[in-house]
């Protein structure tokens, strides 16, 4: 993925030892989030996520956010009927205990991943059965647009022989395809991988996330954020992923502008997000309230208090970095800044303000702060607000609840598509209760979204976001920059389509 870099000159003074004492190159990565156990068929989460590509390839993965899906250990694939594709791998992929992995092991992986329930991109598929020894057939259950594609890019290649080998379902003992190995297990603190003698693929048919420009990478479980930039400050990692602004200028004594650091910027696939509750338990349900509240709200204003200004405001629902996100979007905002038009439309919706609304979010400070900016635009119209910041897991409780909130605040966020993140949020076929987040049911959204979900054409797509925005059921607030702060060692950052780096890809000082 493409980054803007911000580079500082060096002094030797700063500059991280990036050798081990047998003369090994090393980076060492600081994360937030604890992987725990490197089991392939094991739910995800971000220490996962930071980690598990190291050591685990897919079958094909998407070169950055909204970017092609190439082939890493499948060679190629065909689609041969409405629901049903052949695929190939090479033919000479083992992994780094020598297994040959083939079809078998192919089929093993997929339906293993299938059978945990830990992966939602494998209820969409059926059936999985070899052909021969190098392809198999998978049979889906939905044509949606990119979601064989998902498929491929969720799996975790293993060998059937490696696995049943292994004492602990690979918890501590992971055998993946890539060109490492995991050398140093421990627990709650620290994980390091090593480069293998050979990889199976030559440089000639490497993905973006292939190379192996290191000989050595350690991971670092550090849970507190300010204990991470003091370990950045101290050398003590090399490479801190997804801060803010304000975390980004913290490092070194002068910030992240000191000599020794190099910052990489990137606009954030996770958006920001407004829902209002549309169902009868709030007032809310009225239409003409709800287009009120976001002709109150400066969106920019919300970029320069709760994100420094480093943000980009949002013209849809999601982020601007995907294939079917239309520029068009950007010249024809729905709800700009607009206090007298807003209270001319609370005015129509007959809304008493005596009634305060209730904001619920969870504790994450950006969203915070939006609550509390909300709060004062609000109140230029007379509406008064309740902001109610609860914990994740009462969060998650909460906006599944009716009655819980007037106004949600929240993030989504994709890797392909911007109609995956719309499909995810408002398609009611997705929610048991018949309705949708937004806790209202609208049969014409519903119909724009599944003629999405089957082509995402620039008619489809334009025809569903008149549709969410005119009735001002949900918005996207802005997407922020992510900043990765790195020691100068570090000469580019490897982006994933999570946006998490691929540090055996980056680029180093020793390259």
Known sequence: ASSSTTEQASSSQATAQTTTADGKSVIRVGIGSD?????????????????????????????????????????????????????TIWDNVYDT??????????????????????????????????????????????????????????????????????????????????????????????????????????????TDYQYANVDRIEYYYIPEDSQLAIALESNTVHMLNDLSYPES?????????????TVFENLQNLSQVLFFQCSDNSPCSNEKLRQAILYAIDFQGLVDGAANGQATVCSTFGGNMFSDYDPAWEENSYYTYDVEKAKTLLAESGFDTATPLRIVLN??????????????????????????????????????????????????????????????????????????????????????????????????????????????????????????????SVKSISMDGKQFPCVASCTYSWN
């Not at 598990?52 to 899906?69: N, S």
């Not at 299938?114 to 049979?139: A, H």
């Not at 607000?385 to 993030?411: G, M, P, R």
């Open 35 to 87: 992987p725990a156990s490197f089991g392939p068929f094991e739910a995800g989460g971000n220490g996962k996520n930071a980690t598990f590509r190291t050591i685990y390839e897919p079958l094909a993965e998407y070169q950055g956010v909204g970017g092609e899906c190439k082939a890493v250990v499948a060679k190629s694939w065909e689609k041969v009927g409405d629901m049903t594709y052949h695929l």
């Open 97 to 206: 205990a020598g297994n040959h992995f083939t079809a078998d092991d192919v089929v093993f992986v997929c339906n293993s991943m299938k059978e945990t329930g830990n992966f939602v991109d494998f209820r969409y598929m059926d059936t999985c059965t070899k052909i021969d020894d190098y392809t198999v057939e998978l049979v889906m259950n939905s044509d949606i647009i990119g979601q064989f594609e998902k498929l491929l890019q969720a799996t975790r290649c293993v060998t059937k022989a490696a696995y049943e080998a292994s004492s602990d379902q690979m918890a501590t003992t992971p055998v993946g395809t890539t060109a490492y190995v995991l050398t140093d297990y421990i627990s709650g603190s620290e994980y390091a991988f090593e480069k293998a003698d050979s990889y199976w693929q030559s440089e000639d048919n490497f």
């Open 249 to 261: 200028q913290r490092p070194g004594e002068g910030g992240a502008n000191a000599d020794g650091f």
């Open 363 to 488: 504790g994450n400070a950006i969203r915070k702060s939006i609550a509390q900016i909300m709060q004062g635009y609000l109140a230029q119209i007379g509406i008064t607000v309740e902001i109610n910041s609860y914990e994740d897991s009462l969060f998650n409780t909460y906006k599944s609840d009716e009655t819980a909130y007037d106004i949600l605040l929240d993030n989504c966020g994709g890797s392909d598509y911007l109609m995956t993140i719309w499909r995810g949020k408002f398609d009611a076929k997705a929610y048991s209760t018949g309705g949708t987040l937004y806790g209202g049911y609208d049969d014409e959204l519903q119909s724009l979204m599944e003629a999405c979900e089957k082509d995402n054409s620039k008619a489809n797509m334009d025809a569903f976001q008149d549709c969410l925005y005119s009735h001002a059921y949900a918005v996207g607030l802005f997407n922020a920059q992510m900043y990765t702060v790195c020691r100068d």
